[in-house]
């Protein structure tokens, strides 16, 4: 017997068989840091790395490092129910909201890759006369604002969802609905990755596995970012770190007016095509929309406390599944597939935080709760034009810390049913 030695271990021969002999080539170049940039974006989410993208497109700054402390997308971008929509009243969130809505539209084609934007409709149900009545007030400022918003009563709606259950007798009967046609759903991981492989073909260094654990201040500016992979200077900080931005304030010096809270979602198992519109029940807090390969995906309200623990409770999920079977009597026969959580931080008006900071050189993008997936492509254009300028842009300025000084909150919560939710 002649002794036979494969030419491949077994590893190599599967990633073979699913590559051939030319492995893919990366879609970011993986580099190790330099001492020093003009701009370190701290997080590699979706906003991190759309800002640092801006920047090098529009601004002409490309000497930036966007460090992340696990893989990118692996926070919030990677966990969030992927719906986008511009449907709020109140003008400065539904102004930057819009925006993003239109950039949306053409992202695709930009990044020249698939983000699966589908704009299968938005649709936000009443329970009530009264909340019919806030919903006309929302359509109505949605269109002066030239955005899209149409009020459906039942019959209309029964017409838009047939699968809805609007039986008088519900324990929370439906009124009517708010729709946006143009809202929908973005394959939220593609779009990390398309932001990193532009920013990155734009020079931009991307770095990995890389917590920041501190910073070292000269007065009241930030000279060097202390990493895991070692210190690295910079001119300008941006802090885009979601859930964890409270750390990273402190980190610096500050506190930040936040509440760090667990928010889950879930999907069921795969069924046929069933659901072609997002649905969101507002007697209680529960969203659904279908995904392509065919799962139910939910979400519902945060848990009732403060946590870094990026999970949620059985009573939520409870909760949620049966509101969602209460609008949808068929998705009771669905088994559930997974769950997962991630932290979203929480002001007390629900809104962002972005703009300056109490640290000269260090710009916030910060407080996006559970809302932010949407804002992206707009949050990180106006970020990257404010940086560039030195000063915020129109879209972002009333999102400032200075908010909560001068009292001039954002406060969509009060507005009408939880539009700024999710
Ligand atoms: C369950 C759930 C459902 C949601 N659904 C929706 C939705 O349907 N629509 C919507 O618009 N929004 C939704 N959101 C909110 C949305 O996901 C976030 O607002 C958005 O993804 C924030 O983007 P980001 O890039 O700032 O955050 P992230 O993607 O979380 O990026 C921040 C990054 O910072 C990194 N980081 C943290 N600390 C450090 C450190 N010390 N050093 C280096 N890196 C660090 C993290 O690892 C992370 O990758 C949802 C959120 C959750 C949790």
């Given at each position: 017997m002649t002794d036979f030695k494969p030419k491949y271990s077994a590893w190599e021969l599967v990633k073979r068989a699913w590559q051939g002999?030319?492995?893919?080539?990366?879609?970011?170049?993986?580099?190790?840091?330099?001492?020093?940039?003009?701009?370190?974006?701290?997080g590699g989410g979706a906003h991190g790395l759309a800002t640092a993208y801006y920047l090098a497109r529009d601004q002409g700054i490309r000497d930036i490092a966007v460090i992340e402390k696990g893989w990118l997308g692996g926070g919030n971008t990677g966990r969030n129910t992927t719906i986008i929509r511009s449907d709020y009243f109140l003008e400065a969130s539904a102004r930057l909201k819009e925006k993003a809505l239109q950039m949306w539209e053409g992202l695709s084609r930009e990044l020249n890759f698939n983000l699966m934007v589908s704009q299968r409709g938005y649709v936000d149900l009443a329970h009530s006369d009264g909340e019919m009545e806030a919903f006309v007030l929302r359509a109505n400022a949605m269109r002066l604002r030239g955005s899209d918003a149409q009020i459906l009563d039942l019959e209309a709606l029964q017409r838009r969802v047939p699968q809805l259950n609007i039986d008088p007798m519900a324990r929370f009967p439906i009124a009517g609905a708010l729709v946006q046609e143009r809202g929908g759903t973005v394959r939220h991981d593609a779009v990390a990755w398309a932001y990193a492989r532009a920013a990155s073909a734009q020079g931009v260094h991307i770095i990995e596995h890389c917590p920041v654990t501190g910073f070292e201040k000269t007065g009241d500016?930030?000279?060097?970012?202390i990493t895991e992979k070692g210190p690295i200077d910079a001119d300008h900080v941006v802090v885009s770190v979601a859930g964890h931005s409270s750390e990273l304030a402190r980190m610096a010096g500050f506190d930040l007016p936040l509440?760090?809270?667990?928010?889950?979602?879930?999907?069921?198992?795969?069924?046929?095509?069933?659901?072609?519109?997002?649905?969101?029940?507002?007697?209680?807090?529960a969203y659904v929309s279908q995904t392509d390969k065919g799962e139910l995906v939910m979400g519902g309200g945060t848990e009732g406390y403060n946590s870094y623990a990026?999970?949620?409770?059985?009573?939520?999920?409870?909760?949620?599944?049966?509101?969602?079977?209460?609008?949808?009597?068929?998705?009771?026969?669905?088994?559930l597939m997974r769950q997962w959580g991630g932290i979203a931080d929480i002001a007390m008006d629900g809104n962002a935080i972005m703009g300056p900071s109490p640290v000269a050189n260090l710009t916030l993008n910060a407080g996006w709760g559970y809302a932010g997936f949407k804002a992206t492509p707009a949050v990180g254009w106006a970020l990257a034009h404010s940086l560039a300028k030195g000063t915020p842009h129109p879209l972002i300025a009333p999102f400032a810390l200075a908010r909560f000084q001068s009292g001039a909150l954002?406060?969509?919560?009060?507005?009408?049913?939880?539009p700024y939710l999710h």
């Amino acid at each position: 017997m002649t002794d036979f030695k494969p030419k491949y271990s077994a590893w190599e021969l599967v990633k073979r068989a699913w590559q051939g002999d030319r492995p893919w080539a990366r879609a970011w170049a993986q580099v190790p840091p330099k001492s020093g940039y003009q701009v370190v974006i701290i997080g590699g989410g979706a906003h991190g790395l759309a800002t640092a993208y801006y920047l090098a497109r529009d601004q002409g700054i490309r000497d930036i490092a966007v460090i992340e402390k696990g893989w990118l997308g692996g926070g919030n971008t990677g966990r969030n129910t992927t719906i986008i929509r511009s449907d709020y009243f109140l003008e400065a969130s539904a102004r930057l909201k819009e925006k993003a809505l239109q950039m949306w539209e053409g992202l695709s084609r930009e990044l020249n890759f698939n983000l699966m934007v589908s704009q299968r409709g938005y649709v936000d149900l009443a329970h009530s006369d009264g909340e019919m009545e806030a919903f006309v007030l929302r359509a109505n400022a949605m269109r002066l604002r030239g955005s899209d918003a149409q009020i459906l009563d039942l019959e209309a709606l029964q017409r838009r969802v047939p699968q809805l259950n609007i039986d008088p007798m519900a324990r929370f009967p439906i009124a009517g609905a708010l729709v946006q046609e143009r809202g929908g759903t973005v394959r939220h991981d593609a779009v990390a990755w398309a932001y990193a492989r532009a920013a990155s073909a734009q020079g931009v260094h991307i770095i990995e596995h890389c917590p920041v654990t501190g910073f070292e201040k000269t007065g009241d500016r930030i000279q060097t970012v202390i990493t895991e992979k070692g210190p690295i200077d910079a001119d300008h900080v941006v802090v885009s770190v979601a859930g964890h931005s409270s750390e990273l304030a402190r980190m610096a010096g500050f506190d930040l007016p936040l509440e760090s809270i667990a928010v889950q979602a879930f999907v069921s198992e795969p069924v046929k095509p069933a659901l072609d519109v997002v649905v969101n029940f507002n007697a209680g807090l529960a969203y659904v929309s279908q995904t392509d390969k065919g799962e139910l995906v939910m979400g519902g309200g945060t848990e009732g406390y403060n946590s870094y623990a990026s999970r949620g409770s059985l009573p939520r999920i409870e909760e949620t599944a049966a509101r969602v079977i209460e609008m949808f009597p068929f998705a009771a026969k669905l088994r559930l597939m997974r769950q997962w959580g991630g932290i979203a931080d929480i002001a007390m008006d629900g809104n962002a935080i972005m703009g300056p900071s109490p640290v000269a050189n260090l710009t916030l993008n910060a407080g996006w709760g559970y809302a932010g997936f949407k804002a992206t492509p707009a949050v990180g254009w106006a970020l990257a034009h404010s940086l560039a300028k030195g000063t915020p842009h129109p879209l972002i300025a009333p999102f400032a810390l200075a908010r909560f000084q001068s009292g001039a909150l954002i406060d969509d919560g009060g507005a009408g049913p939880s539009p700024y939710l999710h």
